[in-house]
């Protein structure tokens, strides 16, 4: 799994992510996820546009994020899934909980 984060204009973080988010990689995705969370930006962009699979210790990464970033008042959003992964969403009647959008240069262009 490689990881990469991008801190944009006014607080906007942006936690790019590549390879497949399973058992093996979920436990370093949630240590970078807390310390982008720490640092309480007012929005956090995971982009899954390179994550060809993700399973449901990865998903549980995420909803650990979005229940962390809600108390904080932070905007999460899951950007560029697949239609793999956002079928595992749908599977878990996670799609409507998240806020999943196509693109996340859909964000930074506006």
């Known amino acids: 799994m490689k990881i990469n984060v ?4 006014s607080g906007v973080f942006v936690l790019e992510l590549e390879g497949d988010l ?8 949630r240590s970078t996820l807390l310390q982008i ?3 309480t930006p007012s929005h956090l962009v ?3 546009s390179k994550v060809p699979y993700i ?3 990865g998903i549980a990464t995420f909803v ?7 108390r904080s008042d932070i905007r999460f959003t ?3 899934a697949n239609r793999t ?20 240069g859909v964000l930074m262009d506006g």
Do not use: C, T
């Open 6 to 9: 991008a801190e944009k204009d």
């Open 22 to 29: 399973d058992m093996s990689a979920s436990p370093q995705v």
């Open 37 to 39: 969370l720490n640092k």
């Open 46 to 48: 995971i982009d899954l």
């Open 55 to 57: 399973d449901s210790s």
């Open 64 to 70: 650990e994020g979005l229940q962390l970033s809600r």
């Open 78 to 80: 899951l950007a560029g």
């Open 85 to 104: 992964v956002e079928s595992i969403f749908e599977l878990a009647h996670l799609k409507e909980v998240f806020e999943m959008i196509p693109d996340a």
